[in-house]
Nanobody, 122 residues
Framework: VQLQASGGGSVQAGDSLRLACAASGGFFPSNVVGWFRQAPGKEREFVAAVRSSADVSLYGDSVKGRFTISRDNAKKTLYLQMNSLKPADTAVYYC????????????????WGQGTQVTVSS
């Protein structure tokens, strides 16, 4: 499985961005997919994840109510709609997949994309 994240950029506080993660490989539709982020000098942080059926999703506390995760299994693509962005959201964002359990634990995700930079200025 290969994951290719895109959509990052530099924006102002309050703006929106939509990240996308295109997957190659056969088992994307049947696995949980998620987003993590890592800011300089900080540990990797869980952002959001969604089950294969897209009926249940999970969000990190810092993004609840502002970010929305979605997936298009036919296109093998994961999305992250980010609204009301804050400088604290500045990080490299990674998409990940590989398991069937909806979890915040990064160790449960076997495959990772290369990351896309999001920079939010005040």
């Amino acid at each position: 499985v290969q994951l290719q994240a895109s959509g990052g950029g530099s924006v102002q506080a309050g703006d929106s961005l939509r990240l996308a993660c295109a997957a190659s490989g056969g088992f994307f539709p049947s696995n949980v997919v998620g987003w993590f982020r890592q800011a300089p000098g900080k540990e990797r942080e869980f952002v959001a994840a969604v089950r294969s059926s897209a009926d249940v999703s999970l969000y990190g506390d810092s993004v609840k109510g502002r970010f929305t995760i979605s997936r298009d299994n036919a296109k093998k693509t994961l999305y992250l709609q980010m609204n009301s962005l804050k400088p604290a959201d500045t990080a490299v964002y990674y998409c990940a997949t590989g398991g069937s359990r909806l979890t915040t634990a990064s160790t449960a995700y076997k495959y990772w994309g290369q990351g896309t930079q999001v920079t939010v200025s005040s």
